[in-house]
T-cell receptor
Framework: GAVVSQHPSRVICKSGTSVKIECRSL??????MFWYRQFPKQSLMLMAT?????????EQGVEKDKFLINHASLTLSTLTVTSAHPEDSSFYIC??????????FGQGTRLTVV | AQRVTQPEKLLSVFKGAPVELKCNYS??????LFWYVQYSRQRLQLLLR??SRESIKGFTADLNKGETSFHLKKPFAQEEDSAMYYC?????????????FGTGTLLAVQP
């Protein structure tokens, strides 16, 4: 299957700073990328849908100014957590798909805000 | 509204026993249903999808539109099946084909 890579896999940052997470589709061009947040022992909560060259579509209750998404190319989407606070600590997962085909998932990024 | 319900957080069975992981969905149109699996310390990966009607690792799932269910079944559980299983739905509304996940069921297969 296709490979989706997330970087970094783990990051610790100070409260008030911003953190950028990258999601890359390594061997295919992804027209759509999705960003999820997963709390411990809970399901994946869809945060936003990112289409190359256009603004991301955020799910209800997700602050777009807090979680900035950029999808500058067909192989890269970034999620920036701005002015991070301890409550933003979570596991963030991206997935990428080509059209209506199977979605492929990254390995996830563990964010800890101290 | 799109919704996926997995009523069991944990399902514990003995090796060789049959397994059924329940999934019910709510969607007004004709959705596409999936089962994803997450083994310990690994990324989420597709197990099977209803349109393929295939058996993967001995698992099968049949879409029952009347009961709006997509239960995952395996006749004889193996220890290596222990993992987190997520049922997911993809609809075709709006400009995106987003996946909506259930809360997941942790399958623990005891030796």
């Amino acid at each position: 299957g296709a490979v989706v890579s997330q970087h970094p896999s783990r990051v610790i940052c100070k409260s008030g700073t911003s953190v950028k997470i990258e999601c890359r589709s390594l061997d295919f061009q992804a027209t759509t990328m999705f960003w999820y947040r997963q709390f411990p022992k809970q399901s994946l909560m869809l945060m936003a849908t990112s289409n190359e060259g256009s603004k991301a579509t955020y799910e209800q209750g997700v602050e777009k100014d807090k979680f900035l998404i950029n999808h500058a190319s067909l192989t890269l989407s970034t999620l920036t957590v701005t002015s991070a606070h301890p409550e933003d600590s979570s596991f963030y997962i991206c997935s990428a798909s080509l059209g209506s085909t199977e979605a492929f998932f990254g390995q996830g990024t563990r964010l800890t805000v101290v | 509204a799109q919704r996926v319900t997995q009523p069991e957080k944990l399902l514990s069975v003995f090796k060789g026993a049959p397994v059924e992981l329940k999934c019910n969905y709510s969607y007004s149109g004709s959705p596409e249903l999936f089962w994803y699996v997450q083994y310990s310390r690994q990324r989420l990966q597709l197990l099977l999808r209803h349109i393929s009607r295939e058996s993967i690792k001995g698992f099968t799932a049949d879409l029952n539109k009347g009961e709006t269910s997509f239960h995952l079944k395996k006749p004889f559980a193996q220890e290596e099946d222990s993992a987190m299983y997520y049922c997911a739905l993809r609809g075709y509304g709006g400009a995106t084909n987003k996946l909506i996940f259930g809360t997941g069921t942790l399958l623990a297969v005891q030796p």
